[in-house]
């Protein structure tokens, strides 16, 4: 990037589970860790959640949906293709993953929320409501097909464009907020799928987490969507605990990324439930992306 005069701005690259410093006497006694403690260089965000969620191996795929919904894929060599798409970044432990990004996942859920179900957003039953609402409604939503391009920056995966927008295609004065919830649902999961169709290699698997995966009916309808097995990781917080993990490599009680997340355990699997219409709903989606591409 023709900087290299400012090269000493910066710090040092180090490996992720690599010791970068101790806490000092100072930073003890306002945090109240121990002088001496070990610091580790740590990881982003994603990096960390791919770790504490499992995705460790090649091939290994993991979803994080929650305010954004990432789709990655680990590689043990690094494939750029399809160019100018998604992001790839180096894995600790030697890895690579090119991860696709639909800008937005969950918060499409809290939108549809504001809009149709607001006399329930402080139920405390609230999701177990939703879903009995969308499940009345039944896979298809009666036809109506929803884009989940609601941010205003649009979407850089699986496609560029800044211009997409969301939208409900199909909807008739038959239609209920129920249907329309149901949409909304689907077309998430559409989403993925796209996004996964996008990545240079298959995949079997899907490990999932944020927010949504809480949700067992989410979490069905994108197996039977993107037909892979999705496994829901035993806990919460996966980035931080990706970061503990290389924590703990970094401070000798792991010799490996590998070995430190064998101790990930599976809290629900759900096997793809087979079905034409699926194949006919996500036809029907993807067209919908290249026909408006002009009208966007």
Request: glycine share 10%; net charge negative.
């Amino acid at each position: 990037m023709e900087i290299r005069e400012y090269r000493d701005l910066f710090p040092p690259i180090k490996p992720s589970e690599a010791i970068v410093g101790e806490v000092t006497t100072q930073v003890a006694k306002l945090t109240g860790l121990h002088a001496g403690t070990p610091v580790i260089a740590g990881a982003g965000d994603v990096l960390a959640t791919s770790i504490g969620c499992g995705a460790v191996e090649d091939g290994h795929a993991y979803t994080i949906l929650g305010t954004v919904c990432l789709n990655g894929l680990v590689m043990k060599q690094p494939d750029l293709q399809p160019e100018g798409i998604g992001l790839t970044f180096c894995q600790p432990g030697d890895n690579w993953v090119r991860m696709m990004v639909n800008v937005l996942g969950t918060p499409n859920l809290d939108w549809a929320i504001a809009q149709f179900f607001s006399e329930l957003a402080s139920s405390d039953d609230l999701f177990s409501h939703l879903e009995a609402c969308a499940k009345s409604s039944g896979f298809g939503a009666k036809g109506l097909v929803y884009l989940p391009y609601l941010s205003p920056t649009g979407v850089f995966a699986p496609f560029v464009d800044s211009n997409a927008r969301a939208q409900f295609y199909g909807l008739t004065i038959d239609h209920t907020r129920d249907d329309m919830l149901q949409a909304v649902y689907e077309g998430v999961a559409m989403g993925i799928r796209h996004c996964y169709e996008a990545l240079p290699h298959e995949i079997q698997q899907i490990r999932l987490t944020g927010g949504g995966a809480k949700s067992s009916f989410w979490s069905q309808m994108i197996a039977d969507y993107t037909g892979k097995q999705v496994i829901i990781p035993d806990g919460n917080e996966f980035g931080a605990r990706g970061a503990a993990l290389l924590a703990g490599i970094g401070s000798g009680q792991f010799t490996s990324v590998s070995i430190a997340t064998e101790l990930t355990a599976s809290l629900r699997i759900h096997d793809p439930q087979k079905n034409p219409q699926y194949e006919n709903a996500y036809q029907i989606y993807t067209k919908l992306t290249q026909a408006l591409r002009t009208v966007w």
